[in-house]
């Protein structure tokens, strides 16, 4: 399965973005109100500058407190991104995932942003895959 099928399995392929700058409050408000893990810290909404997880933010609370709210996403952010392509295969995108302990990947195509894909994502559409060989070879075994 390549990344570009995972995407289009999704219900909503949008991008979440927040404005370099932006506050860690701001960001954390719109991960609760989306129910999402992460937001991607983006200019234009195009290219990518960055990453702010849930998971960044507890850590940095747990060791700050409170104040840390009052500060920038570019403070916190990933700004080393790992990323994939459209025709990345799934399997490489989750090794990727796996062996740097995130779960979440820009989709970046010419340098501009296609897509995010979660761990959650790949590993759905890697069962998916399993089953569908499963119901093959249970039917060549049964002979239909």
């Not at 701001?26 to 999402?36: D, G």
């Not at 060989?133 to 075994?141: F, N, P, R, T, V």
């Amino acid at each position: 399965m390549l990344v570009h099928q995972i995407l289009k399995s999704k219900s909503d392929d949008a991008v979440v973005t927040v404005q370099p700058g932006s506050k860690v409050s701001e960001a954390a408000k719109i991960l609760a109100e989306r129910k999402i893990g992460t937001v991607v810290v983006s200019a234009d909404g195009q290219t990518a500058a960055g990453i702010l997880s849930e998971r960044d933010i507890v850590r940095v609370l747990a060791a700050r407190g409170g104040s840390i709210l009052n500060e920038t996403v570019d403070t916190f952010m990933t700004s080393k991104l790992v990323t994939c392509g459209r025709e990345d295969k799934a399997d490489d995108v989750l090794a990727k995932m796996t062996e740097g302990r995130f779960r979440h990947m820009p989709v970046v195509e010419d340098g501009q942003l296609v897509g995010l894909i979660t761990l959650g994502d790949v590993v759905k559409a890697r069962l998916s895959e399993l089953a569908m060989e499963k119901d093959a070879l249970q039917g060549m075994i049964m002979g239909h």
